[in-house]
């Protein structure tokens, strides 16, 4: 079964310091979504993706945040500078189009940030 | 995009059906209900979705009110491995997004 992967895992990087996440979503899928889970709560949308095009990035902090999907297939997600406020579980996902809301997206395993 | 109030917690003895409730009364015609669930550390799992009519697949059952207003997971047979949070998302054909709430807490046990 096809998955969207994700790295690193698990990173703890501290305060002030830059920290990148990598997502690679299932071949072929048009669409990727960058969420942010804080322990306890359900996922927030960050930015979503269609090809290499950001459609939405309205909750996106851009004073700390960047996403790019240069050439419309992986894609990176940046903090610098990270705050303690940053530490989450940063899932990524994909689906195969915007607009075809008859498909589910599929999620990677996600990447756990600490900041200390 | 319509909200979902779900039940905070739920228990369900195992091989039990488990039947989560959702309400989303300010659905429009257009609009999907998904279900997703999260396993403890991992990524959403996607579960089944539905419009009006009622579902089923290899996971769950979805049945959706004729008024569609509210709808119920269906997990048939509980087992341990589905202790999990269940999210149910009302899913906009015009925005595209899956909103998540804070779903339900289905623990499991023997």
């Known amino acids: 079964e096809a998955e969207v992967a994700q790295s690193p895992r698990y990173k703890i990087t501290e305060k002030s310091q830059a920290v990148a996440f990598w997502c690679d979503p299932i071949s072929g899928h048009a669409t990727l979504y960058w969420y942010r889970q804080i322990l306890g709560q359900g996922p927030e949308l960050l930015v979503q993706?269609?090809?290499?095009?950001?459609?939405?990035d309205s909750q996106l902090p851009k004073d700390r945040f960047s996403a790019e999907r240069l050439k419309g297939v992986d894609s990176t997600l940046k903090i610098q500078p990270a705050e303690l406020g940053d530490s989450a579980m940063y899932l990524c996902?994909?689906?195969?189009?915007?607009?075809?809301?008859?498909?589910?997206?599929?999620f990677g395993s996600g990447t756990r940030l600490t900041v200390v | 995009d319509a909200k979902t109030t779900q039940p905070p917690s739920m228990d369900c003895a195992e091989g039990r059906a488990a039947n989560l409730p959702c309400n989303h009364s300010?659905?429009?015609?257009?609009?999907?209900v998904y279900w997703y669930r999260q396993i403890h550390s991992q990524g959403p799992q996607y579960i089944i979705h539905?419009?009006?009519n009622n579902e089923t697949n290899e996971m769950a059952s979805l049945i959706i009110t004729e008024d569609r207003k509210s709808s119920t997971l269906i997990l048939p047979h509980a087992t341990l491995r589905d202790t999990a949070v269940y999210y149910c998302?009302?899913?906009?054909?015009?925005?595209?997004?899956?909103?998540f709430g804070t779903g339900t807490r289905l623990q499991v046990f023997p």
């Open positions: 996902a994909s689906s195969p189009q915007t607009g075809i809301t008859n498909y589910g997206y599929t």
């Open positions: 993706f269609q090809d290499e095009s950001v459609v939405d």
């Open positions: 300010t659905i429009s015609g257009n609009e999907y």
């Open positions: 539905g419009l009006k």
């Open positions: 998302i009302v899913r906009s054909s015009h925005t595209d997004k899956l909103i």
